[in-house]
T-cell receptor, first 112, second 110 residues
Framework: DAGVIQSPRHEVTEMGQEVTLRCKPISGHDYLFWYRQTMMRGLELLIYFNNNVPIDDSGMPEDRFSAKMPNASFSTLKIQPSEPRDSAVYFC??????????FGSGTRLTVV | EDKVVQSPLSLVVHEGDTVTLNCSYEVTNFRSLLWYKQEKKAPTFLFMLTSSGIEKKSGRLSSILDKKELFSILNITATQTGDSAIYLCAVANSGYALNFGKGTSLLVTP
């Protein structure tokens, strides 16, 4: 099992640019989560999906953030336009119902 | 609003010491409490607790949940330098989304 795969590992972009983060969950997992981690706020849940359907997006900071899950094996988190305060590590995680979530290695985003 | 509070924020111990990490929570419709270990990259799953008073154990690590007092502890005995990490506590409500605490940073010195 390859685990949760995220890409890219690092992204440096200029303010105002569009950023797309990608995630491939573990095969067979029916929940997918997007988290953001910063020193100040720790790990925060942004949005999660169940069977490809968004269930709770109340953690998405603002309309600049959007997430999609077109099929069971792929999800994207998009920020448009990006701002310096979006700099963080973004994690994708997946789980099979009550089991503990497995996290990807994260994408370190820097917006300059 | 759901809340997860971990203490202490950081801890420095000598190899061989025993440590206890604390996690208290306030959450509506509690489902489970989970512990994760985060080294340089992604959090890795340690334990999931759903019932009070039942200890979960894995090697030198153990954890227990008190649903009446709304807290959990994570114990690490005979600590090793490889135990140095951030330990995260998270609580799941009726959904499966996790609300994380800020973590306890543990440093084990030789």
């Amino acid at each position: 099992d390859a685990g949760v795969i995220q890409s890219p590992r690092h992204e440096v972009t200029e303010m105002g640019q569009e950023v797309t983060l990608r995630c491939k969950p573990i095969s067979g997992h029916d929940y997918l989560f997007w988290y953001r981690q910063t020193m100040m706020r720790g790990l925060e849940l942004l949005i999660y999906f169940n069977n490809n359907v968004p269930i709770d997006d109340s953690g998405m900071p603002e309309d600049r953030f959007s997430a999609k899950m077109p099929n069971a094996s792929f999800s994207t988190l998009k920020i448009q336009p990006s701002e310096p305060r979006d700099s963080a590590v973004y994690f994708c995680a997946s789980s099979l119902r009550v089991q503990g979530s497995s996290f990807g290695s994260g994408t370190r985003l820097t917006v300059v | 609003e759901d809340k997860v509070v971990q203490s202490p924020l950081s801890l420095v111990v000598h190899e061989g010491d025993t440590v206890t990490l604390n996690c208290s929570y306030e959450v509506t419709n509690f489902r489970s409490l989970l512990w994760y270990k985060q080294e340089k990259k992604a959090p890795t799953f340690l334990f999931m607790l759903t019932s009070s008073g039942i200890e979960k154990k894995s090697g030198r690590l153990s954890s227990i949940l008190d649903k009446k007092e709304l807290f959990s502890i994570l114990n690490i005995t005979a600590t090793q330098t490889g135990d140095s990490a951030i330990y995260l506590c998270a609580v799941a409500n009726s959904g499966y989304a996790l609300n994380f605490g800020k973590g306890t940073s543990l440093l084990v010195t030789p």
